[in-house]
């Protein structure tokens, strides 16, 4: 399945993109992408344990299992107001 | 009190490159014909510290943001008597004094304008996906949020 | 944090016949250039209990008013971290929807911004020398505040 | 001494007038006065025990010394706001 990754802000400036798609094997829940992504950017590895996900708009506190289509948003700590 | 029934609370939330109007959200908020009515403007504050910013910029994971202002003004309309809510929030360029966000809450009665209005600005502080970007007077600039990350 | 100066913190207060502008009241307190701002309205309620409002009108020991209300800024002022203050009232008729009065605090953080709007309505309702006449769609007119002493 | 009495919203409109002077003797204080006031309003009278005074422009919540020329406000409950 493909699924497609928004990231913003200051990982955004640091990874030098807003989004990007990336092809998993089914069944793969939204910690495993963590971890997969991680060893693939030393800039999402080092922000791995303050990284919290949003599938499909929605904040997700726990692994939650990826869909074909599914929008992943990486998310920082947020600093809005 | 609260009410029973949410939809009885029109709720206006927005994401916006433009200025926001304090003057369009009291007439959005005065509409409901209530006694009370509360807003919180977050502004661009000059001075930090010992730094002096010259302009602050936002960015937003703009879908998600919309969805989860409306969560919280749905929540908030559910432990308050609220009659009207409203929550914008800018993007991009805001210079000094000029207003980021603009939370607004129109009740019968006072109190509970300012508790709702407070909750909203606590909650969104939290759980809205905004980020700061602060650019300061000597050229620097630095996203808000990242510093005990790092 | 209280200023140790309340000079430090400009105030804004009048008693007025002309309508509250909230967009004139968010500039004054805007331009202290703080983080954060607070404005409470008091608007004229449509629906009391049972009873159909058509007006407000509103009547002010006018020269007292105004000392009062400067009384109270000024407590304010040293009680929170302000940067501005401002109150106005309204005198003779105020419609349904428009307000009678605007409170509003500047100030570096949000949190003494709404803790002083509060304080400042809630003791403008105690001691600032104001009465409200409530005319009623049945014809009907009466002070308020009078209905404990008869 | 001679002192000006104002009235504001319902008592104003019960006695027909929003301000009148009156000639005290030296010494007249606020209590005194109001009570002197009750005498000879019934309006007054039965507002006598919620009415507050203002003596120049400033509560006073204990019985104060009148002179020559003060602004006297005899004050129902506020309902401002």
Known sequence: MTVTIHVFA???????????????????????????????????????????????????????????????????????? | MSNADTFLTPIHVAIQEEPLSVDAIWHFLAAAEGGGIAIFGGTTRRVTGQRRTAQLSYEAHESMAVLEMRRLAEEAAKRW?????????????????????????????????????????????????????????????????DAWIR
């Not at chain 1, 069944?27 to 499909?56: F, K, M």
């Not at chain 2, 607004?104 to 909203?120: I, K």
């Not at chain 2, 502080?125 to 650019?135: A, G, L, Q, T």
């Open chain 1, 10 to 81: 200051s990982l955004r400036e640091q990874l030098g993109r807003s989004s990007w798609t990336e092809t998993l094997p089914d069944g793969t829940d939204t910690e495993a992408l963590l971890r997969h992504l991680a060893l693939q950017s030393p800039e999402i590895a080092i922000l791995q344990d303050v990284i919290r996900i949003a599938l499909n708009d929605r904040w997700v506190s726990t692994a939650t299992s990826l869909s074909q289509g599914d929008e992943v948003a990486l998310l920082t700590p947020v600093s809005g107001g």
């Open chain 2, 81 to 145: 008597d609220t009659l009207r809510i409203v929550m914008v929030h800018r993007t991009g360029i805001v210079p000094v004094s000029e207003a980021s966000v603009l939370i607004g809450v129109a009740t019968r009665h006072r109190g509970p304008a300012f508790e709702a209005a407070r909750f909203l600005i606590d909650e969104l502080k939290v759980s809205v996906p905004v980020w700061k970007k602060e650019h300061f007077e000597d050229g620097s600039a630095e996203w808000q949020g």
